[in-house]
């Protein structure tokens, strides 16, 4: 089984940063790939990013593109997502999840194991 635990949630201002951690346990493979996605009140839950384990390739959506940066953790079983020049709009509940496919899909369905969100607020 693979468990994963997200950090690094808060309140932050528009334009602020926030760095986000999944910590992954559990038989991981390089093969296997690690996602971002968020959810906020009253919208659907909708992708955000992804990551190969074993790093180098990278999936972003577009409404994050050139401001958030997903990458493994050094020396750590754990992905990170670098959060900056962050928007009101970009407030949501995020979650990490791992699929075991070859590919980075941007589709819930394909990720069988989820944490359990860190709140994410950015004020105006």
């Known amino acids: 089984q693979v468990q994963l635990v997200e950090s690094g949630g808060g309140l932050v201002q528009a334009g602020g940063s926030l760095r986000l951690s999944c910590a992954v346990s559990g038989r991981t493979f390089s093969s296997s790939a690690v996602g971002w996605f968020r959810q906020a009140p009253g919208k659907e839950r909708e992708f955000v990013a992804a990551?190969?384990?074993?790093?180098?390739?990278?999936l972003y959506a577009e409404s994050v593109k050139g401001r958030f940066t997903i990458s493994r953790d050094n020396g750590k079983n754990a992905v990170c997502l670098q959060m900056n020049s962050l928007k009101p709009e970009d407030t949501a509940v995020y979650y990490c999840?791992?699929?075991?496919?070859?590919?980075?899909?941007?589709?819930?369905?394909?990720?069988?194991?989820w944490g359990q969100g860190t709140q994410v607020t950015v004020s105006s």
């Open positions: 999840a791992q699929s075991p496919g070859v590919g980075l899909p941007p589709y819930d369905s394909w990720y069988h194991y």
């Open positions: 990551i190969r384990w074993s790093g180098g390739n990278t």
